[in-house]
Nanobody
Framework: VQLQASGGGLVQPGGSLRLSCAVS????????????MGWYRQAPGKQREWVAT????????LYANFVKGRFTISRDNAKNTLHLQMNSLKVEDTAVYYC?????WGQGTQVTVSS
């Protein structure tokens, strides 16, 4: 399974970005929802931290407290794509964001929040 993250960029505090993670590889569409997927981030000089998860089956979601109410994780099953809608961005959200599915990781996409 290959994961390709995109959608990062430079945004002012209070702004929004939508990250995407395209999933590809030798698997069938019916298995896209069979595994939980998540987003993580790593800021300069800090360890990678968990941001959000969307579970398999029920598609219920979990969020880290520092993004709860601002970020929304979702997936487009028809396009085998995971999304992270980020609103009300703060300077402290600046990091490289990674998508994850089991043992597979995307390459990361840079999000910079700065005025």
């Amino acid at each position: 399974v290959q994961l390709q993250a995109s959608g990062g960029g430079l945004v002012q505090p209070g702004g929004s970005l939508r990250l995407s993670c395209a999933v590809s590889g030798r698997f069938f569409t019916s298995t896209f929802t069979s595994a939980a997927m998540g987003w993580y981030r790593q800021a300069p000089g800090k360890q990678r931290e968990w941001v959000a998860t969307i579970r398999s089956g029920s598609d219920s979601t979990l969020y880290a407290n520092f993004v709860k109410g601002r970020f929304t994780i979702s997936r487009d099953n028809a396009k085998n794509t995971l999304h992270l809608q980020m609103n009300s961005l703060k300077v402290e959200d600046t990091a490289v964001y990674y998508c994850n599915r089991g043992n597979s990781w995307g390459q990361g996409t840079q999000v910079t929040v700065s005025s």
